[in-house]
Nanobody, 124 residues
């Protein structure tokens, strides 16, 4: 059974940085395509960034492109989301997700495994 555990959320001022981590354990941890999504109350879960199983391909939502960076350390089965120049609109619960195979997706329905979420709050 794959388990994903996020950490690194918090409350910061606009313009600050945070790094989220997602530690994966279980039989497919290092072979999965991984992604970060975020969600605010009353809204659908929103794609943020994804990374292929090899780490060679990354994708970003337009709203975070140039500010966020996704990366992975396969030896540690951990995926990171470096978030710079944070804005109040980035406030959300951030979720880590995994899907078996090499290829990523921007659709949350294509992911089989999810973490519990970590809150990020950005104040102006």
């Amino acid at each position: 059974q794959v388990q994903l555990v996020e950490s690194g959320g918090g409350s910061v001022q606009a313009g600050a940085s945070l790094r989220l981590s997602c530690a994966a354990s279980g039989c497919t941890g290092s072979m999965d395509a991984m992604a970060w999504f975020r969600q605010t109350p009353g809204k659908e879960r929103e794609f943020v960034a994804s990374i292929s199983s090899s780490g060679g391909n990354t994708y970003y939502a337009d709203s975070v492109k140039g500010r966020f960076t996704i990366s992975r350390d396969s030896a540690k089965n951990t995926v990171y989301l470096q978030m710079d120049s944070l804005k109040p609109d980035d406030t959300a619960v951030y979720y880590c997700a995994a899907r078996p195979g090499r290829f990523t997706s921007a659709y949350y329905g294509n992911y089989d495994y999810w973490g519990q979420g970590t809150q990020v709050t950005v104040s102006s």
